[in-house]
């Protein structure tokens, strides 16, 4: 890190970028390797050694009191006192602070505004007055872009540059490209872990989505070409929007059919996770139609759509897969336990649940020691093929996996790709939805690119990965559209999410 | 203890939560070796699930959690604080202090007299009189007074089971009623109605104050479970607030016309037909009646509702992540209407106990007592496992009628139950200081966690 440069961080979710920077921040100890600051090896023991030597950081999920105002959030931790003993705060040196170090990195911001009643824009911008108000040389952005609307994050990068004018350093951590070729100096790709190049921002977008989707390690899953059957998941113009009440789908068309498997590619955040949220009854449907071999099934109950034959992988095991404190048995029928013959009526019936387990569990190879052990101690990869194992362990007519093998290991990669195959080959319709592009281009049969909330492009699996990548960075090429059956523009960050920054600048104003 | 390492604690793509997590998983993984190494060469052959029966369940948080380990010593630990405060309380023991350097003897002897003497009177209080006992043999005293301390001991320990069970399901459903004081008083109210305003044959009455205290509870159950449900009102907040609504309501209605007792003026209502009232189990001269055994059979409902039916597998999965229990179609906001009903309307039972048993047999502002509270005590006691609250209230029935004898023989107030329930409670909420005071090994302790902490 040079002083006044922008460093962008790029790479998957789960390749380490986060990681890394919480080593920096003192946050994580190091299991070896060693930080040199100013050419001098850095011991650090916390975040306080890392703001002693200027360092700053900015979470993805702000460390901010919510009930708190912006000069008492800034304050915290380094609380200024006078009357000696007595121990009066100083507000008044807290808030000059504040107004001093807004107006000579121009962020606006006003002192006396409780954070609750800020926009995220502005949050963030506190997290960055209170980062330095500390001194610090170096910022650590933490994937800053991830919770802001797009105009928020033009006036983010307005404020990197000014922070970049005045000398400071930025470490920005991203997975978006067009904002690494927008504001970065210089790119470092992480990808499992390594660090697997340096660019600068003049390459090409197709040159950075390779690095960091990787190519190197290209997992094949052996399978016949499908043989698609009749329609099974419909989508029709599907509109829903985020926790937050932004739109993260708008306006989706999608088709799955008996026997193929559909993967939906797309830099996280684009608005996979509600997509198949929405699909599976778990997000309202503001808009469009959602179909099962013929019935509607938008407005339905999750339990619903899941008896009428629906196979579900959640996208975070840890938080909607699994019980962890339920034993493999438990979680192996934790969406089928009323149903005979693990449960008749009111009563479980244990050794029906104990005997299916047992089965499963040689099945789908868990390596477990038990059928009661909780499922929190197994491995992240064993603890996905249970939630594999079980959605897959009843008849279905569509399965819908969601980052199926995130943050699992090879071998537990290869064996779930290949009951995802063979379950497309008994004739269900599969959707994959996966930011891993090697996973989507070796198990799709039609990929389905979505950026933005929309379908940018559906092409082949033997598409030019390129291709694939500048359709994931927004760019339809030419060759793109010629495939595309639905394209839908892709050159619009000009109307795409306008709708969802409206309380942005009006609340600013306001505070 | 010759563990092999097993394949799951060394995988390295294994995210433990925190430290705490991570011996947990270690602890399990070492406890399952043990398991799997007992059948020796025979574990290819299918182990037939074994119902767990009171026993094996009790051995089972014996060997599995050390937790009874620590809320062992945690008894010893208040027994001895408890101790320390008779003899500062006392002011003739504490005088012999002022010249202990001269005569220890003096301070010792007379402190041991007084806390032996007094524990002994707890003991004899709540579970067996020696002398009683040999008074029986010779003749002189009858089989009642041999059993007189563990009736009291049921007697007071019948209504904690109730309240105690409530708070427990609650809690294993991820809900912290406190609002089990609240709902055994609707409880008790429905069930004195019922007890003396309707004329029903005998049976039938008892059945049916037994069932209206029931009703009464699961309303002031529901009312917190569909704000939960429905607004994502705070249950701690409203079941507090119930609380109030509940005493005052109660102190309201005692003195109205056709509840009040017609000969008195105070606050007191008319008293149950005798038809609508528990039987006692052991004549009339013992006062333990049939509530106990109402209290088993609800510890044995409840802990199949929990462990062996597709509702407790539901409670069990909100209760411990919503998230993935509603990802897997379960109805997060009707489990926490049905937790907060099933919860009151055990509460509800242990009002009526209150008033159909033989601790009083009409209304009075009081007549609910603390069982609510206690009840929380009472789940926390028994790790919110429902043979472990049965057992729990047990011990805190047993203290109920100690203290009382330690009041009458050795002049200790009988607050000081009240404390030593308190002090066994803090000791166990804080694992870590028993740990401290003990030298518990570190890794055992790890998978102790402060049972009601989560919730906050």
């Given amino acids: ?511 | 203890m010759t563990n092999p390492p097993t394949p799951q604690s060394g995988s390295p793509d294994k995210e433990p939560v925190s430290e705490a997590q991570a011996a947990q998983n270690a602890l399990g993984n070492t406890e399952r070796a043990e398991v799997a190494t007992k059948p020796g060469g025979s574990a290819s052959t299918p182990e037939p699930e074994q119902k767990p029966s009171l026993g094996r369940l009790f051995m089972d948080n014996l060997w599995a959690a050390n937790t009874f380990t620590v809320t062992l010593l945690s008894l010893v630990l208040a027994i001895v604080v408890g101790a320390v405060l008779m003899i500062i309380s006392d002011p003739a023991v504490l005088s012999t202090y002022s010249y202990i350097t001269s005569r220890p003897s003096d301070a010792i002897t007379s402190s041991w007299t007084l806390v032996s003497e007094a524990y002994a009177n707890l003991f004899k209080g709540s579970v067996f009189d020696p002398e009683a006992f040999s008074g029986w043999l010779n003749g002189t005293g009858s089989w009642q007074a041999v059993l007189a301390p563990i009736s009291e001991t049921l007697t007071y320990a019948a209504p904690l089971v109730f309240t105690g069970l409530s708070v427990a399901l609650a809690f294993r459903g991820g809900l912290f009623n406190i609002g089990a004081q609240g709902q055994a008083t609707i409880g008790v109210i429905m069930a004195a109605l019922a007890g003396f305003l309707l004329p029903l044959p005998p049976g039938l009455h008892l059945l049916v104050a037994v069932l209206a205290g029931a009703l009464g509870g699961a309303i002031w159950g529901f009312i917190p479970g569909i704000l939960k449900a429905r607004a994502g009102a705070h249950e701690v907040i409203n079941t507090i607030m119930l609380n109030y609504v509940a005493t005052y309501f109660l102190t309201w209605l005692i003195v109205q016309n056709g509840v009040q007792d017609p000969n008195r003026t105070d606050a007191i209502s008319k008293a149950v037909d005798t038809s609508a009232q528990l039987p006692r189990l052991l004549g009339d001269n013992l006062r333990v009646h049939a509530g106990i055994l109402l209290a088993v059979l609800a510890t044995w409902a409840v802990a199949w509702l929990l462990n062996r039916s597709t509702l407790g597998f539901e409670l069990r999965a909100v209760g411990a992540n919503p998230d993935a229990a509603r990802t897997a179609g379960i109805s997060v906001t009707r489990t926490y209407i049905l937790i907060m009903v099933f919860a009151g309307i055990l509460a509800g039972l242990g009002g009526s106990n209150m008033v159909l048993g033989s601790t009083a047999s009409a209304l009075t502002p009081l007549v609910v007592a603390q069982i609510g509270f206690d009840g929380i005590l009472v789940a926390l006691l028994g790790r919110v496992k429902p043979w472990g609250v049965l057992l729990a209230a047990l011990l805190f029935g047993a203290l109920q009628a100690g203290g009382n004898r330690m009041q009458s023989y050795s002049g200790i107030s009988l607050e000081l139950v009240t404390v030593l329930q308190a002090l066994i409670v803090i000791f166990i909420a804080a694992p870590a200081l028993v740990k401290a005071i003990f030298q518990l090994r570190a890794a055992r302790a790890a998978r102790l966690q402060t049972s009601l902490a989560k919730g906050w």
Avoid: C
């Avoid at chain 1, 911008?125 to 330095?132: D, G, M």
């Avoid at chain 1, 199926?404 to 269900?428: K, L, M």
């Fill in chain 1, 1 to 511: 890190m040079e002083p006044g440069e922008i460093h962008a961080l790029l790479g998957e979710n789960g390749a380490g970028k986060s990681t890394l920077m919480n080593v920096l921040y003192g946050l994580y100890q190091p299991d070896e390797g060693e930080i040199l600051v100013d050419g001098k090896p850095l011991k650090l023991k916390g975040p306080s050694d890392a703001i002693g030597a200027g360092i700053g950081m900015v979470h993805q999920h702000f460390m901010l009191v919510p009930v708190f105002t912006v000069a008492e959030n800034i304050m915290l931790g380094a609380e200024q006192v006078r009357g000696g003993i007595a121990g009066f705060l100083d507000r008044r040196r807290a808030r000059r602070e504040v107004t001093e170090v807004s107006e000579r990195y121009n962020l606006r911001v006003d002192p006396d505004a409780v954070i609750e009643d800020l926009p995220v824009g502005i949050q963030q911008r506190v997290e960055i007055v209170k980062a330095l108000t500390r001194d610090v040389d170096l910022l650590i952005l933490d994937e800053p872009t991830a919770v802001l609307t797009p105009q928020e994050t033009e006036e983010l990068l307005t404020v990197m540059r000014s922070l970049k004018a005045a000398g400071k350093s930025i470490v920005f951590i991203t997975h978006k490209l067009g904002e690494v070729k927008a504001i970065a100096d210089r790119i470092t790709v992480i990808r499992r872990g390594k660090t697997v190049g340096t660019a600068s921002p003049d390459a090409s977008r197709d040159e950075l989505a390779a690095l960091m989707v990787g190519r190197n390690v290209r997992l094949t899953v052996d399978k016949a070409p499908a043989t698609p059957g009749e329609p099974v998941l419909e989508v029709t113009g599907l509109v829903v929007d985020d926790d937050r009440q932004i739109r993260a789908v708008d306006g989706v068309d999608l088709t799955v059919r008996a026997g193929e498997v559909l993967g939906v590619a797309g830099v996280q955040g684009n608005g996979q996770t509600e997509l198949i949220e929405a699909i599976m009854g778990l997000r309202p449907v503001l808009a469009g139609t959602v179909s099962l071999v013929g019935d509607r099934i938008d407005g339905w109950k999750p339990k619903k759509v899941l008896r009428a034959g629906v196979g579900y992988v959640p996208e975070d095991r840890s938080v909607d897969g699994l019980i962890k404190e339920f034993s493999v048995a438990e979680n192996l029928v934790l969406d089928i336990y009323d149903r005979p013959p693990f449960g008749a009526g009111l009563a479980l019936k244990p050794d029906a649940i104990a005997a299916s387990a047992k089965e499963r569990i040689e099945q789908f190879d868990v390596r477990t020691s038990s059928a009661d052990a909780s499922v929190g101690t197994l491995s992240g990869g064993n603890q996905q093929k249970v939630i594999v194992a079980r959605e897959l362990s009843r008849p279905l007519k569509l399965f819908i996996a969601a980052q199926p093998t995130r943050g699992v290991d090879v071998g537990s990669i290869e064996f779930i790709h290949s009951q995802i195959i063979r379950e497309r080959d008994i004739g269900t319709a599969v959707m994959v939805v996966s930011s891993e592009l090697d996973e989507v281009i070796g198990l799709a049969d039609r990929i389905a690119v979505m950026y933005r909330g929309r379908i940018i492009g559906i092409v082949g699996p033997d598409t030019p990965r390129e291709e694939i990548g500048l359709l994931m960075a927004g760019i339809s090429p030419d060759v793109a559209h010629e495939r595309n059956t639905d394209a839908v523009p892709g050159d619009g960050p000009a109307t795409d999410g306008s709708p969802a920054s409206g309380p942005g600048s009006a609340s600013e104003d306001e505070a």
